[in-house]
């Protein structure tokens, strides 16, 4: 599983407060734990969420991230120019979080990430919004995909996020996702499937529980990433428990190291 | 979720304890605190696990039971012969958990609750012990569902449980048991899936996330009963918020509401 950690974001209000008051600590704070969280296999997320001076305040988030950890960082803006304006100034290739199928997204990205080891998250939406159904996000795929092959782009490179949307206004469950899941593994067996975990328990109580049983059943079909909070410890330690059911966790050596590490269970 | 409630079974060492010393609150305790989370939709197992008079010690349990919920009881034992000797103590229908491919175990039990609403576990098992593949347990499942046809048995009075063994030595993950799942739910569409979950997590570190992890994969696929301690506030959770995942639970009206009545969720 390879995890986006999701905690250094100018939209969550404690972290707002500290990028608006240039609280470097709280994000080396932040960074070093979700570093040690992730491992060796994923990336630190860092969206500045501020209206004015995008590129400056990532550049300033970004620095403070990499005082502290070599974790490659997932440059993220609504504004694709903002993440290729904050790229230069990570040590290391990281990920461009996110283009889509809307607006000029994927011509603002994918030349300058062409000849680059770096990835790119992918949005299956577009100009019209979100798709209704798997049939319209697929669609979506597999134009974004046809563009990446045009650049040289290859699968590997390339995570998708189906669009996870709230679980309690959807009557079919998570089916749509679960599609769009299966297809992607088909036709593109070598793309990461991955999504904002969280969003599927948007106003219901007890948000932990949701969260663990949306991406353990994702899991089961082929979800390998996701944008989470791997300091919610019932969680990361829920994803290596579904690393044993899908065998790719032999013995569960995985599994028993993350626990020795305090990474999950009751807290020493 | 048919929920299989598994306390009152004397091989727990407080419920063995409870058992030896007549303890009837012990036993009335927990029973009215397992009926009160398995809601109208699930058994109280009751297994006695003594050397001497376990027709005796079931038929004094199930009377304890009975005092102080009206959930039906599913007569737990290795022997069938007990079982069958103390399904007459049960104040209404319940389960024989349970019959399995040895012995003489279906003979024994198949005709005597042929012409009742009686439910019965199938274990997918036989003379030679638990099959090490897929292919083997189905044969046990494809005897077992011809031996329960010829008494006119209805399939969705068969729970099978597809003998869930300890993850930590299994190197293909939960195949197998996914494997037997999807051939039974095409098979036999109105069997249910049932299986002891907490076997998964045997000789593993923080074993409700396994609990959790294992349940939620195997709901994906079709689960749809377990025999489980549904005082696991997290695992009763994890139950409900599967259920909003597959669809089954429409805009999480079971799940909200079983939260609110403190099943799941931060105790009060």
Redesign the interface.
């Known amino acids: 599983m390879i995890i986006i950690a999701e905690k250094i974001n100018g939209s969550i209000p404690s972290m707002g407060k500290a990028i608006a008051e240039h609280d470097v600590e709280h994000i080396k704070d932040i960074a070093r734990r979700q570093a040690e969280a992730i491992g060796d296999n994923g990336y630190i997320d860092c969206c500045a969420s501020v209206d004015v001076d995008e590129v400056e305040t990532l550049h300033w988030m970004i620095d403070a991230i990499q005082e502290v950890t070599d974790a490659p960082i997932a440059v993220d803006s609504p504004s694709a120019e903002a993440c290729i304006g904050a790229m230069k100034y990570c040590n290391k290739p990281g990920m461009i979080n996110s283009i889509s199928g809307e607006g000029n997204k994927m011509e603002v990205v994918l030349p300058v990430i062409a000849d680059t080891p770096w990835t790119v998250m992918a949005l299956l939406c577009d100009d019209s919004g979100i798709p209704k159904d798997a049939e319209g996000r697929i669609k979506v795929l597999d134009r974004i995909m046809a563009e990446c092959k045009k650049y040289g782009i290859a699968e590997d490179r390339v995570f998708i996020d189906p669009m996870v949307e709230m ?9 749509i996702v679960l599609d769009v899941i299966k297809y992607c593994k088909k036709t593109y067996p070598e793309v990461h499937i991955s999504g904002a975990i969280s969003n599927i328990s948007f106003n ?3 948000r932990k ?2 969260n ?3 991406v ?2 994702c899991m ?2 082929g979800m390998d990433s996701g944008v989470l909070d791997p300091l919610s410890r ?1 969680l990361l ?2 994803i ?3 690393e ?5 966790d ?3 050596m995985e ?2 190291s993350a ?1 020795r590490e305090g990474l ?3 807290k020493q």
């Open positions: 679980i309690c206004t959807a009557e079919e469950g998570i089916s219901l109580p007890y529980i949701l663990i049983a949306f353990v059943t089961a079909f019932d330690g829920a290596y428990a579904a044993c059911m899908s065998g790719e032999y013995y569960c599994y028993i626990f999950f269970g009751p």
